[in-house]
C-alpha cells in the first residue's frame, strides 16, 4: 500500500489512524460533515436547481467539500458526491426528489435490463473525479480527501427497488428468485466500482471507503452470498490507499468483515465497542457514537463523546458517529462532539 | 402461570411449545398472517372505508382473524388488531393513511402533554375485547388465540414521531433530550399496555405477544435504559398466560430478553439461529425465516425452510418468520412454508 502524495500533509492523523499507526490524539470526522448541518451548504444549496447540481459542478462538490475543514475542522475531507453516480454511469439514470429521496424511472428486472448495462469508466463520472482534483488543489494538504462509493449490495437495492424503501423486499426478493442475475449485476457493479474508485484515487483521494448502507436487512447467509464476495473483490483490488469497508447493521458479518483486505472498518451504533474490538483486534475501527446523541445537552454530548472514546482505547481508532450525521443536528452538537475528541487526553 | 380455557383446545401444539413442553411437530404461525396475503381478505378490505373500519368492528375483525384458520391450517390465530390502538386510548389519536401508514395529527411535544394523557381502560380498546370474546367462540377451540400489543419504547417513537420513519430521530432525540418526560410518557404506555393485555387475556387471549418492531434502532444503552425495563413491567404483571416478547433487530440485548419473565422469545431473520439458542437456552424461541424467502421458487422456500427446522431442533420452538409475511407474498409460497413445518419429521 503506497500513500500517494501530491502535496505534503500538514494534518494526517486520520491517515496514520487507517493505517494503524500511533496517533498522539484520536482523528475525527463525521459521514455527511458536508450537507444540511452547516448554514453555508443550506445557502448554497437554496441558491440551486436542485441535489444533482451540486453533484454534478466539481466547483461547487469542492466548496461544499470544504465547507466543514473550515468550520469544524475536522481531521479528514470526504468528497461530496452521492453513491448513486455508479447506476448512473452505467446507464440507468436518477433523479433525487426533493424530501422523498431517490428515484428511478426505470428499474432492472429481466437478464437483458442487466446485459443492457456498461461497466462505468471513470469518465463518466467526469464531474466528481475533477471534484476531486480541485478539492486536493484547493485543501492545499491541510486534511487527507476521502473518495467513496456504495457497496454492491446497497447499489444493487437501488437499482431493483427503484428508490428507498424500508425493506427492501423487492431488492432481497430478487436475490432470492434469480441468483444468476442477481450475481450478474453485482459483478457488473462491482467492475464498475472498482474502476470509478481507481479514478478517484488517481485523481487525488487518500483513502476510500466503501458504504454499504442497507447491509443489515440481508440474512448472514445472503450476506455471505452476494454481498461480501463483491465488497472482497473491491478491496482486493484497491492497493494504492487504505480502503474502510462500512458495512451498516451487519453485526453479523463482522468476523468476515474483519478478514476483509481492507485497513479500517465501520462500527455503527448498535455495536458494541469491546465486543467488536474482540472481532476485529487488528484494523482500525470508525465509529459510532449514535447520530441522536447530538440533540441532547451539550453536557451530555460531552460526556457520551468521552465515553465513546474511552471505550475504543485511543489507539485504531477514527472517532465518528454511527451513521450519517442528521440534516437537523444542531451545529454547536457538531463542534462540540468534534471539539471532545481533538481535547480529550487519554489518562 | 395458568392456562384460561372456556373451552378445551383441540390442536394446543402452540400453546404447549410456548410453555417449553415436548411437542409432536412444530407449531406454526405467521406474523400478519391474517392480511393482504390471503385474497378473502383483500376482498374484504376494499369493500370497506379504511382499515380502522376492520380495526374497531369485532365482527369483521373476527373475521379476518379466522381468515388464515381456514386458508392455511395455522396452529394459531392472532387478534386482528393494530399496535397504535393504545395511544389513541390515551388520548392520542391516529390515522391510517393509505400506502402510507400511520399518521397522529398531533404529537408528544411537552410534559403537558405527557400529562393530559390517561391511562388506558380495557374499555376504551372494547372493539379489540369485543373482538376476542367472539374469535374464542368463532374458533370453538381449533386452535389458541394469540393477543398483542406494541412494547412501550415502540409506541412512543410513534406518539412523539407522529408517523413511521427511517431512524426515528425525533423519538430516540427525546430520550437524549428531555430522560425525564420519556420515562414519564414510557411508565403511561405501560401502565395502559398491562391493562389492555390483561382485558385481552380476560376476554380469552391464550397467550400474548409484545411487539417491540423498532427495538433495533436503540443504541444499546438506550435500549437498556428506556425499553428493557418497560418490557420487564408487563412481563412481570402478566401471570395468567404466556408470554412473547419480540425484540425486533435487538440482537445485543438478546442476553437481557433471555432473563425476561416472558416464557418465548421472538426471533428476527438476522439472528444467527445457533447464537441465539446458546445466548438463550431454557425459552422458546419463536423465527425466524427471512420473510423475503417466500419470494423464491417453491422447492427453496421447503429447503430453507427446513433448513430452519433442523437449526432449531424441533423443540422449544415456534416456527414463524423473522418478521411480518409481506402482502405481496404468493399465497402458494406461505402455504409451502406452512406445509412444510407441518410435514417435517426430525430424523
Not at 469542492?62 to 468550520?71: A, G, S
Not at 452505467?90 to 437483458?112: A, C, D, S
Not at 432481497?172 to 466500482?193: A, F, M, R, V, W
Request: glycine fraction near 6%; hydrophobic fraction near 40%.
Amino acid at each position: 500500500m503506497k500513500l500517494k502524495s501530491n502535496t505534503p500533509l500538514k494534518n494526517d492523523l486520520f491517515l496514520r489512524a487507517a493505517k494503524g499507526e500511533k496517533v498522539e490524539r484520536v482523528p475525527v470526522w463525521l459521514m455527511r460533515q458536508a450537507g444540511r448541518i452547516l448554514p453555508q451548504y443550506r445557502a448554497l444549496r437554496n441558491s440551486l436547481s436542485g441535489f444533482k447540481e451540486l453533484v454534478e459542478t466539481p466547483e461547487l462538490a469542492c466548496e461544499v467539500t470544504l465547507q466543514p475543514i473550515d468550520e469544524l475542522e475536522v481531521d479528514a475531507a470526504i468528497i461530496f458526491s452521492d453513491i448513486l453516480v455508479i447506476p448512473e454511469a452505467m446507464g440507468l439514470p436518477y433523479e433525487m426528489v426533493e424530501k422523498r429521496g431517490p428515484h428511478f424511472p426505470k428499474t432492472i428486472q429481466t437478464l437483458e435490463d442487466v446485459n443492457a448495462l456498461k461497466i462505468a469508466e471513470a469518465n463518466d463520472i467526469a464531474y466528481t473525479i475533477e471534484a476531486i482534483k480541485l478539492t486536493k488543489k484547493e485543501l492545499n494538504g491541510r486534511v487527507p480527501l476521502i473518495g467513496f462509493a456504495g457497496a454492491p449490495w446497497t447499489i444493487f437495492a437501488y437499482m431493483i427497488e427503484g428508490g428507498g424503501s424500508k425493506t427492501f423486499s423487492k431488492a432481497k426478493g430478487q436475490l432470492y428468485k434469480d441468483p444468476n442475475l442477481s450475481h450478474q449485476l453485482l459483478e457488473k457493479i462491482t467492475q464498475s466500482t472498482i474502476v470509478y474508485l481507481k479514478g478517484q484515487i488517481e485523481a487525488g483521494a487518500d483513502l476510500v471507503q466503501v458504504f454499504d448502507s442497507w447491509a443489515g436487512i440481508l440474512s448472514p447467509t445472503q450476506y455471505a452470498a452476494f454481498a461480501l464476495p463483491y465488497i472482497q473483490k473491491i478491496c482486493d483490488a484497491i492497493d494504492e490507499v487504505p480502503v474502510t469497508v462500512f458495512a451498516k447493521g451487519a453485526y453479523f458479518a463482522r468476523p468476515a468483515v474483519g478478514e476483509l483486505n481492507c485497513s479500517v472498518v465501520g462500527v455503527d451504533w448498535n455495536m458494541d465497542i469491546k465486543e467488536t474490538r474482540q472481532i476485529i483486534p487488528h484494523k482500525t475501527l470508525q465509529g459510532n457514537l449514535d447520530p441522536c446523541q447530538l440533540y441532547a445537552p451539550l453536557s451530555e454530548v460531552k460526556k457520551a463523546t468521552q465515553t465513546m472514546l474511552e471505550q475504543f482505547g485511543g489507539q485504531k481508532h477514527i472517532a465518528n458517529l454511527g451513521h450519517g450525521v442528521y440534516p437537523d443536528t444542531p451545529l454547536d452538537s457538531v463542534k462540540c462532539f468534534v471539539d471532545t475528541v481533538k481535547e480529550y487526553s487519554f489518562s
